[in-house]
């Protein structure tokens, strides 16, 4: 959105002064841009925004990015990170003109701080493997803030999403040694708020269902965490399924001139099933096509060598 804007602008006729356009970079470029929209010859509206008013922006184009890469649209997720870069250089710009900092600095200190944390890269730490890694980055972090935080599990953004946040805090617990050390507790655990749920809805306390329904999705997301799953990406998944399918059975309902109101809730859930039952088959037949297909090249690439 933000970086068509900046597209029309260039194309405009404006190009920025005392440089050569033919060899300047296109981070440059950008900044040039961005610098020319906020000053008094630039446009009205960018030069009203604030770092408070630019914030929901900034949360909009960065969902933007996740949908453009769901899409599997390579050139599309190119103009998103766009937007979401326009956000920086955008946000840059305001606290430059402020005196607090330029967007020279953000690039200097995120450079900084990779050095710092990679020392197994920059510097002569030996590491086995991603999780040493990780544990090495969290501890580095730490000891840059100067003090001890009071506690492992601090420093988690407090507007993420609750499945996120919920994921972030439970690795930052096992990256110090606090998480199970097989499947099968991180199941039980889920069997075991099953039955908590049911004791509090016997209870009719709504605080108690509450809490225990939060207690009940926290160890569901400890689950997909555990398996190497994202929550948020796994429930996202499930809900593009629900659409899909409830999507279905109002089309058959409409070829037959009925709307869902019209239907009891056993006749829906039959619908429902077939429909499941409808994709579940076209899943194993593509299944069974690409195991196919996958055997006829193993077949080839033996009969080449």
Known sequence: ????????????????????????????????IMRRLRSEQGC???????LETLKPYLVEECHEVLDAIDSGDRPHLAEELGDVLLQVVFQSQVCAEEGSFTF?????????????????????????????VLKNWEAIKRTEKGEAPSSVVDGVPRSLPALHKAQ??????????????????????????????????????????????????????????????????ALNLTIAKFVRRFKAIERRLHQVGRKVTDCRLEELDAIWNDVKKTENGKRKTENGKRKTEDGRRETEDGTKS
């Open 44 to 50: 009205p509206w960018d030069r009203e925004q604030t």
């Open 168 to 233: 972030q805090i439970q690795k930052k617990a096992s990256r110090v040694g606090f998480d199970w050390d097989h499947i099968d507790g991180v199941v039980a655990k889920i069997d075991e708020e099953v039955a908590e749920v049911k004791e509090a809805l016997a209870s009719q306390d709504p605080d108690r269902i509450k809490e225990e329904i939060g207690d009940l999705l926290f160890a569901s997301v400890n689950l997909s965490r555990f398996l190497g799953h994202d929550a948020e990406e």
């Open 104 to 132: 020279e600095d953000v690039a200097r200190l995120i450079s900084e701080k990779l050095i710092r944390r990679h020392p197994h890269v920059f510097g002569d730490v030996k590491v086995a493997g991603s999780q040493e």
């Open 1 to 32: 959105m933000f970086f068509r804007r900046l597209e029309e602008s260039a194309r405009s006729g404006y190009q920025p002064m005392n440089r050569d356009a033919s060899s300047e970079s296109a981070m440059n470029r950008l900044l040039d």
